[in-house]
Nanobody, 123 residues
Framework: QVQLVESGGGLVQAGGSLRLSCAASGRTISFNAMAWFRQAPGKEREFVAGISGGGGITKYADSVKGRFTVSRDNVKNTVYLQMNSLKPEDTAVYYC????????????????WGQGTRVTVSS
């Protein structure tokens, strides 16, 4: 089993930055793809960014390309999401996810999920 705990959410003005962290415990995650998803009020959960086990492959939703950066530190068993140039439409609960089956990031099919951290971007 893998336990995921997100942190770093909060309230920020449009144009600002936040860095989310996802700490994994229970089993090493170094060989697993990890990802960030988000769910805005009244909307379905959507893929935001993913990263391969070694960190060499990343994948982003078009809506965040050039503004968000996903990274990981396998020594610390932690995945990060650096969010810059935030917009009000980025407001959502952000979830970390781990893939049990594959090392390559994909936009669905993850097995383990955190509880989420809320990000609110004011205009």
């Amino acid at each position: 089993q893998v336990q995921l705990v997100e942190s770093g959410g909060g309230l920020v003005q449009a144009g600002g930055s936040l860095r989310l962290s996802c700490a994994a415990s229970g089993r090493t995650i170094s060989f697993n793809a990890m990802a960030w998803f988000r769910q805005a009020p009244g909307k379905e959960r959507e893929f935001v960014a993913g990263i391969s086990g070694g960190g060499g492959i990343t994948k982003y939703a078009d809506s965040v390309k050039g503004r968000f950066t996903v990274s990981r530190d396998n020594v610390k068993n932690t995945v990060y999401l650096q969010m810059n140039s935030l917009k009000p439409e980025d407001t959502a609960v952000y979830y970390c996810a781990a893939d049990r089956a594959t090392n390559i990031p994909r936009d669905e099919g993850y097995d383990y999920w955190g509880q989420g951290t809320r990000v609110t971007v004011s205009s």
